[in-house]
Every structure is written in C-alpha cells, then in structure tokens.
C-alpha cells in the first residue's frame, strides 16, 4: 500500500539527517495521499541508519494503523491534526533543530527581519500559546496541532508554511514530504540568522515593501525568480 509514497517518506526522513536537522531519532517526516485519506509516517524511536520503506506506518486522519509493523511517531496525532486543519498541506517536518527549537523553547516568533526570510516565508514563523493542564494531561500530541491551527487563524498557513510550538520545536510542511523538507531547512537557517542578527542589533526592524517585493518575486502572480518551465519539464 502506497509504496511510492513510503519511499519518499523515507528519503525525506533520511535527509533530515543529511542536512543536520536531526540527532539520535529526534525528528519525524509524513507525507498524505489525498484521495486515500491516508498518512505514511516515519516509526516511532527507530535510528536512521536502520530504516527502510518497509518500516514507514500508514495511518488513517484518525492516526489509526492501516498498515504497518511496527508503531508510528509518537507525534502522528499532531500529523493528523494538521492534515485536517490545512488541507493544502501534503508533507510534514518536524525536529528539533538548535536554533528553531532554541525559539520555541523561548516562545518567540521568528521575526521577518531579513530578504532570505521573506523569499520563503510571507511573515514571522508564529510560536503557539502555552497549552492548558487539560490538553496536556488529556491529548498532548493532538492538542499540538490544534495550538497550531490557531496560530493560523490570520496568517495563510501555505504562505508562511512552519510553526514553533512553545517549549517544544519547530514544524514545517508543504505540499509534499520533499517540500516539507525543504521549508525546515530554510526555518532552520532563517532562525540562526535572526538569532545572529539581534545579537549584533537587537533594535533591528524590517521594511514591509522588500518583504513584499522578495516574497512576490518568487511566490506571487507574477513571480520571476527562476527559470520558465516548459511543458516537458
């Protein structure tokens, strides 16, 4: 079932690696298959060096096992979550990366303070609010997404595709696993530079017409960054 789908799950959960966004098994990639309504994802506390397409779980938007031999994430119910709330989304990330994780443990969104950060994300990667006792005690994982979702309530969540979950870490998706990855890497990268960059001007700000202009030229209507592709392509 979905065999191509557990393939570029697993590639992507490899890279996480890769590009240094993970240590140990602390971090997780699922990808959706939309007609089915089904989800692969990566299995809980398994080492990278050992997976293999057979090991990826598939579960339903219930985060029930559909198939699989061995338990998925501890973090699916926040998959699942997610999945439900934005519909658009096709992958999801997420680890523990120093410099977004080192954001959400202080609860402080990610500011737009820089041209790299807006040719990716339209505006500050929100940080959740703190989740109650109850959602703690009585559906941690997925209360996580509902935290989430309401972080998006004004903000267009394919816009501005990553999250920090207070005291917790970073998640990021996109329209497939690869994309997911992909927005991690640049979320990890933007959060070192912010962080870098305000501790050399902790007064700095940014101009809301070079966000437009970078976000526009690569995502908007008339986008021109990159090459044209053709319809072989």
């Keep these: ?24 098994t602390w971090g997780n990639v699922s990808a959706i298959d939309r007609k089915s309504g089904f989800v692969v994802i990566k299995p809980s506390g398994v080492s990278y060096d050992e997976m293999c397409a057979d090991d ?39 680890t523990h990366s120093t410099y977004a994780t080192a954001w959400a ?4 969104p990610i500011p737009n303070i820089g041209t790299t950060h807006s040719d990716h994300f339209y505006c500050d990667i929100p940080c959740t609010e703190e989740m109650s006792a109850e959602q703690i005690r009585d559906s941690y994982e997925a209360s996580t997404g509902d935290v989430i979702a309401d972080c998006f309530r004004e903000i267009d969540p394919m816009h501005t595709p990553a999250v920090l979950v207070k ?11 690869a994309d997911a990855l992909h927005n991690a890497v640049v979320l990890e990268e933007v959060a070192r530079m ?40």
Excluded: C
């Excluded at 061995?70 to 989304?89: C, G, K, M, N, W």
């Excluded at 005291?167 to 696993?177: K, R």
């Excluded at 050399?200 to 995502?219: A, D, F, G, L, T």
């Design 167 to 177: 005291h917790h870490g970073p998640f990021a998706w996109g329209t497939s696993a």
């Design 1 to 24: 079932m979905l065999e191509d789908l557990k393939k570029k799950v697993l590639e992507a959960n490899l890279d996480l690696v890769r590009h240094n966004l993970v240590i140990l």
């Design 56 to 94: 990826m779980v598939v579960v339903d938007l219930d985060g029930k096992v559909v198939e699989g031999h061995l338990r998925p994430s501890s973090d699916t119910p926040t998959h699942v979550s997610i999945y439900r709330h934005f519909p658009e989304v096709g992958g999801i990330v997420h």
């Design 194 to 233: 912010a962080a870098l960059s305000l501790s050399i001007n902790p007064s700095i700000s940014m101009n809301r017409n070079i966000v437009m202009k970078h976000y526009e030229r690569k995502h908007g209507k008339n986008a021109y960054y990159g090459q044209v592709k053709t319809e072989k392509e």
């Design 105 to 108: 443990q202080a609860g402080i």
